[in-house]
């Protein structure tokens, strides 16, 4: 069996044939695959977001789904229906795009809350109940979503129920001029997405979120990650700080980070890298007070560097 590092590595270089000087947000996005975790990409239009999406699924051979939301998107558009049979009189179910093992919900804050709300079963139970009956989603089960910024017209803010259960929240950004470049130099007759062949399959992925038990976390990483979560209970410039979900969501992708760089135990390093992407989604700024003004990734920056960092951690 390849070791965790050996496969991060060669999705991360498929990946990279289509997506050019993004390497961060790359390996961002394999470790929430790695760790059965969903991802929402909010960023303005243009910059990469669906590419993102399709060039992971192309890069792993596995079940495909992909939701375009509109205003007039209905949750059966999500999870399925049943039709009526005719010929031996009986209800048969129809599974909607969100039985696939990685899914693209495109533009999710165009629906309204109700479709949203579709998925959140499935996200946070990787299953779906839909006429009295429950079914379970295969693994490994990814939502990738994406947005544009609240402030774009016709858009919908997600409800922070449906936000922490996103393991991480990433912005894409206009590449370099360089990455540009290279950009322009690859367009041809066809997408370079389309020209991505999967390296991976299922049970690859399967794999590697297992290996993830081998990684060992100290005594000293645990009281420093639950320092760092309580540092965000008692800020002063937060009404909802991070909860005991996100507390293990960060502690499961620290392991995967520490297994994609190829060591069996997580430092606090991890952790640090980690948080602006999987915390600031999860946090509520408090709209009076004397830090009313800051922004969660400025309030998670302020913790970091206040939050003693143990000596020891392996």
């Known amino acids: 069996m390849a070791r965790f590092d050996e496969n991060f590595r060669r999705i991360h270089q498929n990946i990279e044939l289509a997506v050019k000087g993004k390497s961060e947000v790359v ?56 039709v009526f049979n005719r010929n031996d009189g009986t209800f048969e179910f129809r599974p909607g795009p969100i039985f696939s093992n990685i899914v693209l919900a495109d533009e999710i804050n165009r629906a309204s809350p109700k479709a949203q709300s579709a998925l959140l079963e499935a996200m946070g139970e990787q299953q779906v109940t839909l006429d009295g009956v429950t079914r379970r989603l295969e693994s490994p089960f990814t939502v990738i979503a994406t947005q544009n910024p609240l402030e774009y017209e016709g858009t919908y803010p997600l409800p922070e129920s449906q936000l922490d259960r996103f393991l991480m929240r990433l912005q ?16 041809g007759a066809q997408e370079p997405v389309e020209l991505i062949s999967p390296v991976a399959d299922a049970a690859v992925v399967n794999a590697m979120a297992s290996q993830l038990e081998e990684v060992h976390v100290s005594e000293a990483l645990r009281s420093y990650l639950l320092e760092v979560a309580a540092a965000t209970r008692r800020h002063p410039g937060l009404s909802l700080g991070l909860s005991p979900r996100g507390v293990l969501a960060v502690l499961k992708v620290a392991r995967a980070r520490a297994a994609s760089l190829g060591r069996s135990f997580v430092i606090p390093d991890d952790v640090k890298a980690l948080a602006p992407s999987m915390l600031t989604h999860r946090l509520l700024p408090r709209r009076e007070g004397r830090a009313g003004a800051m922004r969660p990734v400025e309030i998670v920056a302020e913790i970091l560097n206040s939050v003693p960092v143990p000596h020891k951690s392996s």
């Open 27 to 82: 390996e961002l996005l394999i470790l929430a695959l790695a760790c059965g975790g969903h991802v929402l990409i909010e960023d303005v239009p243009g910059v990469g977001k669906t590419t993102l999406g399709k060039a992971l699924a192309r890069s792993v051979d596995v079940s495909f789904g992909r939701i375009q939301f509109t205003p007039d998107l209905l949750p059966v558009d999500v999870t399925g229906t049943s």
């Open 172 to 187: 894409v950004g206009y590449p370099d001029r360089a990455a540009e470049d290279l950009i322009l130099a690859s367009r």
